[in-house]
């Protein structure tokens, strides 16, 4: 099993900045990709917003590309997702993901909110 927790959201303005963390722990070594996804108010499905696989390969949804950046230290065991010029449409429950052979993994989520 693989244990995911999100934290550093909370209430921005926009233009601002905010660093998303996960957690990783339990069967680390079954992992080959990670990923943060969000939510936004009144959407029933969640969207990829950037991933990292084992490999290094990263991948960024096409409106967050230049704002956002995703990372990995295998030494602490985290995943973060550092966001600049945060705009009101981020605003959404954040996710962290995790990938292995046996399924996909969550956290239980993260508020960001982008307001002025």
């Known amino acids: 099993q693989v244990q995911l927790v999100e934290s550093g959201g909370g209430l921005v303005q926009p233009g601002g900045s905010l660093n998303l963390s996960c957690s990783v722990s339990g069967y680390i070594m079954s992992i080959f990709n990670h990923g943060w996804y969000r939510q936004a108010p009144g959407n029933d499905e969640r969207e990829q917003v950037a991933k990292i696989t084992v490999g290094g390969v990263i991948e960024y949804l096409e409106s967050v590309k230049g704002r956002f950046t995703i990372s990995r230290d295998t030494v602490k065991n985290t995943v973060a997702l550092q966001m600049n010029s945060l705009r009101p449409e981020d605003t959404a429950f954040y996710y962290c993901?995790?990938?292995?052979?046996?399924?996909?993994?969550w956290g239980q989520g993260i508020q960001v909110t982008v307001s002025s």
């Open positions: 993901h995790a990938s292995t052979c046996s399924g996909r993994h």
